[in-house]
């Protein structure tokens, strides 16, 4: 909550819980942390505010009693002090800070009192990198194997609707290994295992392309060992990448409509992979399908 009080005065009322830890606001012209003057307070027995001067991602760029705000006067309620980010409670004598562990960026037009709230920074971005990704590998992916696997009756049909439906998705799966690449590049985000299993499935979907332009004849005494090589590596390369978009929905924090979107397209396709058994077990065919 915010308002104008007074000719260039605005009180500022945000409130979190006491969690032993500091909670600051910041301010910028051009909307990034870095450059930005914050009023930084914390509660408990030492509780205080400091205004600090934002010149780095580093703690040692971070200067305390430093900044263009004036803070006309400020109050530190039981349990609630002004907030905006989140971190571990610093010390004296230096009090320098440490990464903030959680955060929320807004613009404010001071003029029209109007202001836009993204739960993120690179907000569009983080949404390409994760709608690229579950569509590419999460959704098209898996939509080739049950074509290449359920409609080789409607030769040639089938295969260039699976190779067509493979090449989007690697394409768009690709598009999103390197929007976050980017995005990392820009928030200096720290997930190795992410970035791992990422770079894995790329390099298995590039062995993949690989293996379609090395296939043998169909009369050659190598398919066979071809065949087993590109559904093994097909089935690992999916279950990898459906782990890693689940895993990037939990870093990036994101809704739980992120979860539940990406889970029902996942169980629609389990459903047809799995009514496709059936009815091929019956003998009814596939054509439904």
């Not at 562990?101 to 993204?118: A, R």
């Not at 439906?165 to 295992?193: E, H, M, N, W, Y």
């Not at 093994?232 to 990036?252: D, S």
Request: aromatic share 12%; glycine share 12%; with cysteine.
């Amino acid at each position: 909550m915010y308002k104008q009080i007074e000719t260039q005065v605005w009180s500022f009322v945000l409130s979190a819980s006491d969690n032993n830890g500091y909670i600051a606001i910041g301010f910028s012209r051009q909307g990034s942390m870095v450059g930005s003057s914050a009023i930084v307070g914390w509660g408990g027995s030492n509780r205080g505010i400091k205004q600090y001067y934002l010149g780095g991602q580093d703690s040692s760029l971070v200067d305390p009693d430093q900044g263009n705000l004036v803070v006309v006067r400020y109050i530190i309620c039981y349990n609630a002090v002004i907030a905006h980010i989140q971190g571990r409670l610093p010390f004296s004598p230096d009090f320098c800070l440490v990464q903030h562990d959680t955060m929320v960026s807004t613009t404010i037009n001071y003029l029209s009192c109007d202001h836009n709230k993204s739960s993120q920074p690179y907000s569009r971005l983080r949404r390409s990198h994760g709608v690229l990704n579950m569509l590419g590998w999460g959704a098209l992916m898996p939509i080739g194997v049950i074509v290449a696997r359920y409609f080789k009756q409607f030769d040639p049909i089938w295969f260039y609707a699976h190779t067509s439906i493979q090449s989007g998705g690697f394409i768009l799966g690709l598009a999103g290994v390197i929007c976050g690449l980017v995005l990392k590049d820009r928030i200096k985000a720290d997930v190795p295992t992410y970035k791992s299993l990422g770079i894995v499935v790329l390099v298995l979907g590039g062995l993949q392309v690989t293996a379609f332009l090395a296939r043998p004849d169909k009369a050659s005494k190598l398919r066979k060992y071809w065949n087993w090589y590109h559904h093994g590596l097909g089935r690992v390369m999916i279950a990898l990448a459906v782990a890693n978009v689940f895993y990037g929905i939990h870093l990036g924090n994101a809704e739980n409509e992120w979860n539940a979107g990406f889970g029902v397209v996942l169980a629609l396709l389990c459903i047809v992979e799995l009514l496709n058994c059936v009815l091929g077990f019956w003998g009814f065919g596939f054509e439904l399908f």
